[in-house]
């Protein structure tokens, strides 16, 4: 079966400190997707990366930056110097190569103070 | 490019009503589209794969009677919520796949938060 689990339910941070969200997930198959989604109050959602199986690099882009592991089945977020802008609730996602379905994390609500 | 929008917004309707969400593909065709609910401080749960000219695929525990769903056009799909209650005020969020499926990208509509008094 096939799970994405997001253990921190909410985070709160001060602006500009670092933040992680972890993301685990769980397939047996070999070739998959990976997907962070951010979904501000407004509700829409909004794509920030996706990420095959056979692509392990982790990726920068401009305060974003992703830690793609296999051997720990995880695939973490980290939002460097933070800002009141970034909170968010923040969605880890996984596709099977078989199907276009997203099996969804629980979220993690993050909350950036002033 | 790929913009999905959902029509209403936002709905408030008595009980026992019904009620009918649109999701459409406005720059590109989609032969697929995904119907996800949301329910406060939860994730999105997928409810039902929508087939262009073809029925509707649901998940186990989703009441295919309740949630109407058509796909009539290769741009548009929708969830007509039959009978609505109470339990049925969440977000629907609906998400379409382009049909050349290049990259397998999925984009998603701004959802529509129905309200069941």
């Known amino acids: 079966a096939q799970k994405v689990t997001q253990a921190q339910t909410e985070i709160s941070v001060v602006e500009k400190e670092d933040v992680t969200l972890d993301c685990v997930y769980e397939?047996?198959?070999?070739?998959?997707?990976l997907f962070w989604y951010k979904q501000p109050p407004s509700g829409e959602l909004v794509f920030l990366i996706r990420r095959n199986s056979f692509d392990e690099q982790n990726e920068i882009s401009g305060r974003y930056s992703w830690n793609f592991q296999k051997s720990t089945s995880s695939f973490n977020f980290t939002i460097t110097a933070s800002q009141v802008v970034d909170s968010a609730v923040y969605f880890c996602a996984l596709r099977m190569d078989s199907s276009y379905k997203l099996i969804f994390g629980s979220g993690t609500r993050l909350l950036v103070r002033p | 490019g790929a913009v999905v929008s959902q029509h209403p917004s936002w709905v408030i309707c008595k009980s026992g009503t019904s009620v009918k969400i649109e999701c459409r593909s406005l720059d590109f065709q989609a032969t697929t589209m995904f119907w996800y609910r949301q329910f406060p401080k939860q994730s999105l749960m997928l409810m039902a794969t929508s087939n262009e000219g073809s029925k509707a695929t649901y998940e186990q525990g989703v009441e295919k009677d309740k949630f109407l769903i058509n796909h009539a056009s290769l741009t548009l799909s929708t969830l007509t919520v039959t009978s609505a209650h109470p339990e049925d005020s969440s977000f629907y969020i609906c998400s379409a796949l382009p049909r050349d499926r290049v990259t397998g990208e999925l984009f998603f509509g701004e959802g529509s938060r129905l309200t069941v008094l």
């Open positions: 397939t047996r198959d070999t070739t998959y997707y």
